[in-house]
Each structure stands twice: as structure tokens, then as C-alpha cells.
């Protein structure tokens, strides 16, 4: 396995975590890590670099590549698609929550309440996010909707046609987490999603 090293102490290392038996198995393409990357890759104005797996509904799988991502590879996120309703085969919510450490239940909150805004049979999905926390590391571990058009809207939000915020995405708050928890100082984009931070924390923008 190759241990990835970060450019520099401020890049943000993410894991890209695309949970599906079917695509997993080769039945058919992902969808879920290139709609994360081509989000990131617009939101994400300072430097960041990932790692992506694709692999199977199988919880003792899932809690694996969690911890390698986090404990051996460094990870400062990880955004996971796939594996959260309700389903026997959808295990990512007890996979998640067995390798964290403190559980965030206003993200799960959130995207919930973000995609009520469009389907009812939102309140089927069973999201979940959390730290694991390391003796020298920790990271922010988040269950995203399976949709590449979900994984836009939970990350992003609703706007109006003004371009106004009307419900604010979870990323918002995910640069801040990550200042809280010991993690790079990540710059955002702000025309698809400004990073909220109480003014003490603000750093001045780099070039």
C-alpha cells in the first residue's frame, strides 16, 4: 500500500468512499467518486489531494478502508456515497459510527433536512458523521446521499435564482470542523459554497 504524503502541513488529504455491491462488482460504472471529485475540485480553492475506494455493501469492509484512510493514510475527511437507507445490504451508518470516536449528528440532521426540500422518502435515509480520533491525528468521517444530483444539493445547499442561499449545505460548516479538530485551513470558493468561521478564526486569503 502507498502512504500518500501531503504536499505541505496545510493541504487537505480527503477520502473519496463510493459504497455499492453492483459497482463494486463491475455491474455497472460509479457515479458517486466522480461526482465528489468534480464537486470538490469547484468548491475547494487551496490545495487538496485524494484517495478514492470503491468497494461493497460489507460492513467489516467499510469499517476497514475507514480506518486506513484515517489511522494509515492520514485523511483529514472522508465523504462516503452508498449504503444509507434502509435496506439489510445498507450498512454504512453502523459501519461509520463503529470507528468514530464523537459522534456530529447536525450533519445527518442537515442533509436530511436539505433533501426533504425535494422527496418525502428523505426521511428513509440514515446519514451519520463523526471524528476518530488517533493519538496524533483525527479526521471527519461523513455518509453522503448514494445520487450524484443528492451529493450536489446536501453539499451545496439551495439557492434561489438569484443565486441567494436559501438552505445552507453541510460544507459550509466542514472547514471550520476541521479547524477544531487540528486539521489544514481549507479556502472555498465562494461562488458555489462559502465556508462559515466566527471572524477570530478567519485567516487572510493567500494568493
Same mark, same amino acid.
Given at each position: 500500500?502507498?502512504?500518500?504524503?501531503?504536499?505541505?502541513?496545510?493541504?487537505?488529504?480527503?477520502?473519496?468512499?463510493?459504497?455499492?455491491?453492483?459497482?463494486?462488482?463491475?455491474?455497472?460504472?460509479?457515479?458517486?467518486?466522480?461526482?465528489?471529485?468534480?464537486?470538490?475540485?469547484?468548491?475547494?480553492?487551496?490545495?487538496?489531494?485524494?484517495?478514492?475506494?470503491?468497494?461493497?455493501?460489507?460492513?467489516?469492509?467499510?469499517?476497514?478502508?475507514?480506518?486506513?484512510?484515517?489511522?494509515?493514510?492520514?485523511?483529514?475527511?472522508?465523504?462516503?456515497? $452508498?449504503?444509507?437507507?434502509?435496506?439489510?445490504?445498507?450498512?454504512?451508518? /453502523?459501519?461509520?459510527?463503529?470507528?468514530?470516536?464523537?459522534?456530529?449528528? $447536525?450533519?445527518?440532521?442537515?442533509?436530511?433536512?436539505?433533501?426533504?426540500?425535494?422527496?418525502?422518502?428523505?426521511?428513509?435515509?440514515?446519514?451519520?458523521?463523526?471524528?476518530?480520533?488517533?493519538?496524533?491525528?483525527?479526521?471527519?468521517?461523513?455518509?453522503?446521499?448514494?445520487?450524484?444530483?443528492?451529493?450536489?444539493?446536501?453539499? /451545496?445547499?439551495?439557492?434561489?435564482?438569484? $443565486?441567494?442561499?436559501?438552505?445552507?449545505?453541510?460544507?459550509?460548516?466542514?472547514?471550520?470542523?476541521?479547524?477544531?479538530?487540528?486539521?489544514?485551513?481549507?479556502?472555498?470558493?465562494?461562488?458555489?459554497?462559502?465556508?462559515? #468561521?466566527?471572524?477570530?478564526?478567519? #485567516?487572510?486569503?493567500?494568493?
Amino acid at each position: 500500500m502507498t502512504i500518500l504524503k501531503k504536499n505541505n502541513p496545510d493541504e487537505l488529504l480527503v477520502g473519496l468512499v463510493s459504497i455499492s455491491d453492483r459497482a463494486s462488482s463491475g455491474t455497472y460504472e460509479d457515479l458517486g467518486i466522480p461526482a465528489l471529485r468534480d464537486w470538490l475540485s469547484a468548491a475547494i480553492s487551496s490545495q487538496w489531494k485524494m484517495e478514492t475506494r470503491l468497494i461493497p455493501d460489507e460492513r467489516h469492509v467499510i469499517e476497514k478502508t475507514l480506518i486506513e484512510l484515517v489511522d494509515l493514510l492520514g485523511c483529514d475527511l472522508i465523504l462516503t456515497t $452508498g449504503g444509507t437507507g434502509p435496506a439489510r445490504r445498507d450498512v454504512t451508518p /453502523e459501519a461509520t459510527l463503529a470507528v468514530g470516536t464523537k459522534e456530529m449528528p $447536525g450533519f445527518g440532521e442537515q442533509m436530511r433536512q436539505i433533501s426533504l426540500k425535494f422527496v418525502p422518502t428523505a426521511i428513509l435515509s440514515r446519514q451519520v458523521a463523526v471524528i476518530r480520533e488517533t493519538s496524533s491525528h483525527a479526521a471527519l468521517i461523513l455518509n453522503l446521499p448514494g445520487q450524484p444530483k443528492s451529493i450536489k444539493e446536501t453539499l /451545496e445547499g439551495l439557492k434561489d435564482v438569484e $443565486g441567494k442561499s436559501i438552505v445552507s449545505g453541510i460544507f459550509a460548516a466542514i472547514p471550520y470542523c476541521l479547524d477544531l479538530i487540528g486539521g489544514p485551513y481549507i479556502e472555498t470558493n465562494e461562488a458555489v459554497c462559502g465556508a462559515f #468561521r466566527p471572524k477570530s478564526a478567519i #485567516r487572510p486569503k493567500t494568493s
